[in-house]
């Protein structure tokens, strides 16, 4: 099992190599952070920016979004791929945000992931980079793949993955940790072939799941 001490190691690296590490997805509030982060599901942040420039434009505010027409919202998002079901939750968000929390993004766990679209890890997305609340640990596709492999969890299921983190990582450490991981596993813990030779954290990684032959 890993320690506090081997993550700290790891952590402190990371901190080091990406100490400018933020969230990729573009908005200017926590009700933008929350529709880019809808999109952003099974779709790279790079087309859900290029999506939300036109986005934010024509939709100014969560007004704005509550009252939208479905089909022709599900136009504007279309190349974010599952663009019927993510049509609803931001109708759906929207409006609870309008009709609930008078426009207003809420700043609690429990009352967010109650909001259609909302799971936990989105609602920890809105917490920590909109609002700087360390409610928890991101855990996308990048930190779930990257934890396993440097031996961190043993675990698939993202919300066992984020109790693990959330153990071995001192709570101010939960939010930089994730944007770092998450740009780790963009520039060189790359799925397909990571570039382990040039990996600042090459000496520390047990490379799980890795053929150290490629």
């Known amino acids: 099992?890993?320690?506090?001490?081997?993550?700290?190691?790891?952590?402190?690296?990371?901190f080091e190599t990406y100490p400018g590490a933020t969230c990729a997805l573009h908005h200017k509030d926590a009700f933008q952070l929350a529709i880019a982060t809808i999109l952003s599901a099974q779709c790279t942040d790079e087309r859900v920016n290029i999506v939300t420039k036109d986005l934010f434009?024509?939709?100014?505010?969560?007004?704005?979004?509550a009252g939208a027409d479905l089909?022709?919202?599900?136009?504007?998002?279309?190349?974010?791929?599952?663009?019927?079901?993510?049509?609803?939750?931001?109708l759906g968000f929207s409006k609870a945000?309008?009709?609930?929390?008078?426009?207003?993004?809420?700043?609690?766990?429990?009352?967010?992931?109650?909001?259609?679209?909302?799971?936990r890890k989105t609602a920890n997305?809105?917490?920590?980079?909109?609002?700087?609340?360390?409610?928890?640990?991101?855990?996308?596709?990048?930190?779930?793949?990257?934890?396993n492999r440097m031996g961190l969890t043993t675990q698939?299921?993202?919300?066992?993955i984020e109790q693990d983190l959330m153990?071995?990582?001192?709570?101010?450490?939960?939010?930089?940790?994730?944007?770092?991981?998450?740009?780790?596993?963009?520039?060189?813990?790359?799925?397909?072939?990571p570039k382990c030779s040039i990996c600042p954290l090459d000496s520390l990684c047990p490379k799980i799941g890795v053929d150290q032959n490629s």
């Not at 506090?4 to 402190?12: C, G, L, M, N, T």
């Not at 945000?97 to 799971?119: C, N, Q, R, T, Y």
């Open 71 to 90: 089909e022709e919202l599900e136009q504007d998002i279309k190349s974010t791929g599952f663009y019927h079901n993510k049509a609803k939750s931001i």
């Open 57 to 65: 434009k024509k939709y100014k505010t969560p007004q704005a979004f």
């Open 156 to 160: 698939e299921d993202p919300v066992k």
């Open 125 to 147: 997305v809105i917490l920590g980079t909109a609002y700087g609340i360390a409610s928890g640990v991101v855990v996308d596709t990048h930190v779930t793949r990257l934890s």
């Open 1 to 14: 099992m890993p320690t506090k001490s081997s993550a700290h190691k790891i952590v402190k690296v990371l």
């Open 97 to 119: 945000i309008v009709s609930e929390f008078g426009g207003k993004v809420p700043k609690d766990m429990d009352a967010l992931v109650k909001l259609p679209g909302i799971g």
């Open 167 to 193: 153990k071995l990582l001192p709570e101010d450490q939960w939010i930089m940790f994730s944007h770092a991981m998450i740009l780790h596993g963009r520039q060189i813990c790359i799925a397909r072939k």
